[in-house]
Each structure stands twice: as structure tokens, then as C-alpha cells.
């Protein structure tokens, strides 16, 4: 496969370059164009929903956009299209603009930081440049930002499930191809301590994590051999890092003593073993009874994975388990609680429940010949499908407790700072808030340039630094909003200018 075909500029909808080549027809692809980045909604995976979002995917974007454009490859797979008909699909006058101009040397892009908690509704993105290059940019971006932010998200509701305990990525061999990837980076964005995937924790600088399959048993008994042997081989191999699967036989007649025995072993040669994992079964009473035989024979401290279609939802329902049943067993819950570990696959990354985050790329504004920015919008019946026309900003507001209470959108140039802030709902009328000086502790601006001159506006920043963003800001989110299930409200708002601007523009479409 011609992977640089396909995942270069290429990487679009052919609808985009139809549209590309209707603008150069028109002689308006040079025209300057606003398109706004946003999603509609949580996620909601049936059972129980999303109460905010991890964006993630911008800085592989950017590593995109650094490399795609028009080339001699591209070209001819362009001049090779043929209509129904037979007649070239692209005139060769957009092919040799094509050749000078297609690449985003002239767009500019003005973006959350990767990393942070976000909301639906509001213009994460915003893409500035050439009507043609920003409408073929559509694409790779949802792309890009869609599966990550899903993901991302996934992950972190995952570790606040988990309550801070390791959460291993687990999910290669259920991904969608070489997609894991970008998963198992959005994973490590979310709150994933390490992954399983060892080409993508290199290139992220991360360590790869793995124990070993049941077939490593199956292998040795097959061939005459024992459990025990088993796991003394792998010790013999990873002294230092032993973690036995005991699930392969019987798990607490067989497994736990016989990695019991191999640990002991390790012990007096002077190794620390590792723990074991768990894969099938009752989870939670597998791992008080495994704790149990363990803490008795002496390593109180030695970890158990846990693993086996994992989500927020299920780690949960285990940990709330453990709390029940624990000290009935003489084993103390907090202690078994904080000893574990959750590798998490299929269901983290397919985001099983909701398999796809329902961003969209929505023209909002054109420039004029004055370069005046003309705000326009798509009516829809459906309200909630409505784009916020115009140049805006995205802001954040905190309470006088330091929280995040809302995420309002202004007008380019609006300023909230020690204001009295009359905040309206983005589509429900009627709706909306009031808040004084004295109620807000901070206004921050949530979007930079990010894209400009043909480059990053600033050098690409490093994983750890992305997660610490989501970090800070879950702790200035209320824990209502973080809820696993029936999550509390977060608000999104429009200022006054804003819902003025967009119902004037609504009101002069509907009128013709």
C-alpha cells in the first residue's frame, strides 16, 4: 500500500477537493474563511455518560499539516480521476494552483491547548486562511482531534474510576489498525500510566508494559510440563519483573500457590517479585482471596492486575466490592484497593458505548474584499446543530471557590475581565445567568495561536506536559461534573454580544 498516498494531504474526503475546485472556478479560493472546530455533545455510553472531555490529537495535527501537500504522487492520482463520462475530474489550472499553493503555509489556527478538560458546543478550533486550503483541511482535523478526544476521555474516566491506582492501555489487538496508535497516545493523555503497544511507548518515550498469555502455561503442560514450571521459567527470565497470569489452570488452587512458591523462590535470590493478574472470573472476590494468600505468605505489598473487558464502570462495581466483602476475609480494603492495577483494552480503545465523539468543522465566517469579517451560519431544525457564527474567542470562568463554573464564547475582542457577566445558554432561549465581579475569581482565555506561517507557533511540547494539564484542570472541576453516572451540568455560554449577533444573522437568512 502507498502509505504516503494515503496518508498524506490526500488523507480527505474527495468532496473537499470537489468544493477546493468549485471555489478556483468561482475565483474565491483565495478568499479568507473561518471555520470553527467543535463537538455536539458528551460522550453517553448508555449506562452512564461523560460530564466533560480530554482534547487530545493536536499535536499529531500539527506533525500532519508540518508535511502534508500537493506533490508530484498526488498530483497524478488527481489527473488520473476521470467523470462518468470520461473527461478529467480537475482542470489542470486548479492542478498547477494545486502544485504552488496547496499546502497551509497561509492558514492559521487558534486552539485549546492539548491536553485540557473541554466542553461541547464551543469553538475548540478555529482555522483562518484560503476559502480552498481551510475546507481541505476539514478532514485529517476531525480526524485527528475526534478519536483522540474520545479516547483521551474514555481514559481519564477510567482513572478516576480507578481512584489513582496504575491504569494500564491494553487494547492493541482490538484497535482499528494502525489507529491503535493514536489511541494508545490519547490513553496516555487521559490518564493511562503506561501502554502495551512497544512502538508507540518508544516514540512517546514511554515504557511498555506486558506480562505473559495463558499460552505460556498451555505450552509447558502440553509438552508434559507443569504451571510451577511455567512460572519458574519466566522468573528464571524476568527476575525483576515478575508478574505471574494464575488464571490459566485454577486460580486459587493452582495459580496463586504456585506463583506463591516461584515468588519465595525470587525472594530468597534476593528479587522482588512483581504480583500476578488476574483475566477471568468474579474480580473483585478473586483478588480479596488471592490478597489473602498472598498477605499470608508474607508480600503484603506485591500487585494485582486485573484485567478482562475493564471500563470506568465495571472497576467501580469491583472496587465498591472489595469495600463490601474485604474485612470479612481479614483483608483490609483501602490497602488491596491501592495494590491495584487495571489493564484496560477493548472497551477503552473502541470507547465502548459511544464509538465516535460527533465533532464538526462548520464555516462561520468570510472575509470581504475590505477584509471585513462577514459572519454566516447553516439554519437547522435542529438547534443544537447550529454553528456560533462570527470571530469568537472561548473563555474559561471560575468561581470564588477557583472552579470552573462556565465556558463562555465572545466576539473577537469582547472582554469579561471585572465585569458583571450576563451569560446566555448557546440554543435554549429564555435560559441564562448573571454573574457579578464579586462571583468570579478568574477569566482565562483558553485558545493561542497555535499554527501560523506555514509552522507550529510554538516548539511541540512533550506528553508529560499534556497530561499535567489535564490534571490541573479535573481539579478545578466540581466533582458533580466528574461523576460516572448522571454526571452535573458543566455550563456553556454565549455572551449577550454573541446571541445578538447570531439571531440578527438568523433573522436575515430566514427572511431571505
Given at each position: 500500500m502507498r502509505a504516503d498516498l494515503a496518508e498524506g494531504i490526500l488523507f480527505t474526503d474527495q468532496y473537499q477537493l470537489a468544493m477546493a475546485q468549485?471555489?478556483?472556478?468561482?475565483?474565491?479560493?483565495?478568499?479568507?474563511?473561518?471555520?470553527?472546530?467543535?463537538?455536539?455533545?458528551?460522550?453517553?455510553?448508555g449506562r452512564h455518560q461523560a460530564g466533560y472531555c480530554v482534547y487530545a490529537g493536536l499535536e499529531w495535527l500539527l506533525g500532519w499539516m508540518e508535511t502534508a501537500r500537493f506533490g508530484g504522487a498526488e498530483l497524478a492520482a488527481l489527473r488520473s480521476q476521470t467523470t462518468?463520462?470520461?473527461?478529467?475530474?480537475?482542470?489542470?489550472?486548479?492542478?498547477?494552483?494545486?502544485?504552488?499553493?496547496?499546502?497551509?503555509g497561509a492558514v492559521e489556527l487558534h486552539s485549546v491547548a492539548e491536553g485540557r478538560v473541554v466542553h461541547p458546543l464551543v469553538p475548540l478550533v478555529t482555522a483562518t486562511g484560503p476559502l480552498a486550503m481551510t475546507q481541505i483541511l476539514e478532514t485529517s482535523l476531525l480526524n485527528h482531534l475526534n478519536y483522540q478526544t474520545l479516547i483521551a476521555t474514555k481514559a481519564s474516566r477510567v482513572a478516576e474510576a480507578a481512584r489513582g491506582?496504575?491504569?494500564?492501555?491494553?487494547?492493541?489487538?482490538?484497535?482499528?489498525?494502525?489507529?491503535?496508535?493514536?489511541?494508545?497516545?490519547?490513553?496516555?493523555?487521559?490518564?493511562?500510566?503506561?501502554?502495551?503497544?512497544?512502538?508507540?511507548s518508544h516514540v512517546l518515550g514511554v515504557d511498555p508494559k506486558g506480562t505473559h498469555a495463558h499460552s505460556m502455561v498451555q505450552a509447558f503442560i502440553a509438552r508434559?510440563?507443569?504451571?510451577?514450571?511455567?512460572f519458574r521459567a519466566f522468573a528464571r527470565v524476568y527476575p525483576d519483573e515478575c508478574v505471574l497470569l494464575?488464571?490459566?489452570?485454577?486460580?486459587?488452587?493452582?495459580?496463586?500457590?504456585?506463583?506463591?512458591?516461584?515468588?519465595?523462590?525470587?525472594?530468597?535470590a534476593g528479587h522482588e517479585p512483581l504480583g500476578i493478574r488476574l483475566d477471568s472470573g468474579d474480580l473483585a472476590y478473586l483478588a480479596i482471596q488471592a490478597a489473602r494468600r498472598l498477605d499470608a505468605a508474607g508480600f503484603t505489598d506485591t500487585q494485582i492486575v486485573l484485567s478482562n473487558s475493564l471500563d470506568e464502570l465495571n472497576i467501580w462495581q469491583i472496587l465498591s466490592q472489595i469495600e463490601e466483602e474485604a474485612d470479612r476475609y481479614g483483608v483490609d480494603a483501602s490497602r488491596l484497593a491501592a495494590r491495584l492495577v487495571y489493564g484496560v483494552g477493548t472497551r477503552l480503545i473502541t470507547s465502548h458505548g459511544r464509538g465516535a465523539l460527533d465533532g464538526v468543522y462548520k464555516l462561520v465566517a468570510v472575509e470581504d474584499d475590505a477584509g471585513l469579517v462577514v459572519p454566516t451560519m447553516k439554519l437547522s431544525d435542529t438547534p443544537g446543530k447550529q454553528p456560533i457564527p462570527g470571530s469568537k474567542e472561548l473563555w474559561r470562568i471560575y468561581d470564588a471557590r477557583g472552579n470552573a463554573t462556565a465556558d463562555a464564547v465572545a466576539m473577537a475582542g469582547e472582554q469579561l475581565e471585572g465585569i458583571e457577566l450576563r451569560l446566555h445558554h448557546p440554543h435554549r432561549a429564555g435560559l441564562s445567568r448573571t454573574l457579578s465581579p464579586g462571583e468570579v475569581s478568574e477569566v482565562e482565555?483558553?485558545?493561542?495561536?497555535?499554527?501560523?506561517?506555514?509552522?507550529?507557533?510554538?516548539?511541540?511540547v512533550s506528553l508529560d506536559l499534556i497530561r499535567a494539564?489535564?490534571?490541573?484542570?479535573?481539579?478545578?472541576?466540581?466533582?458533580?461534573?466528574?461523576?460516572?453516572?448522571?454526571?452535573?451540568?458543566?455550563?456553556?455560554?454565549?455572551?449577550?454580544?454573541?446571541?445578538?449577533?447570531?439571531?440578527?444573522?438568523?433573522?436575515?437568512i430566514a427572511g431571505g
Open positions: 468549485l471555489y478556483f472556478a468561482e475565483g474565491i479560493h483565495d478568499r479568507r474563511a473561518h471555520f470553527d472546530y467543535s463537538f455536539r455533545s458528551y460522550p453517553d455510553y462518468s463520462r470520461g473527461a478529467p475530474r480537475f482542470r489542470t489550472d486548479f492542478l498547477e494552483w494545486l502544485e504552488a499553493e496547496g499546502h497551509f491506582s496504575v491504569v494500564l492501555e491494553f487494547g492493541m489487538r482490538r484497535g482499528a489498525a494502525t489507529g491503535v496508535n493514536a489511541g494508545a497516545r490519547a490513553a496516555l493523555i487521559g490518564g493511562a500510566r503506561f501502554t502495551s503497544n512497544t512502538g508507540i508434559g510440563g507443569t504451571e510451577l514450571e511455567a494464575v488464571d490459566t489452570v485454577d486460580t486459587l488452587e493452582s495459580g496463586v500457590p504456585n506463583a506463591i512458591t516461584v515468588f519465595e523462590e525470587l525472594a530468597r482565555r483558553l485558545r493561542d495561536v497555535v499554527w501560523a506561517g506555514g509552522g507550529r507557533a510554538e516548539a511541540s494539564r489535564r490534571v490541573a484542570d479535573l481539579t478545578r472541576l466540581d466533582p458533580g461534573v466528574r461523576r460516572i453516572i448522571g454526571p452535573h451540568i458543566y455550563h456553556v455560554s454565549i455572551t449577550e454580544e454573541v446571541r445578538r449577533v447570531r439571531d440578527d444573522l438568523r433573522a436575515g
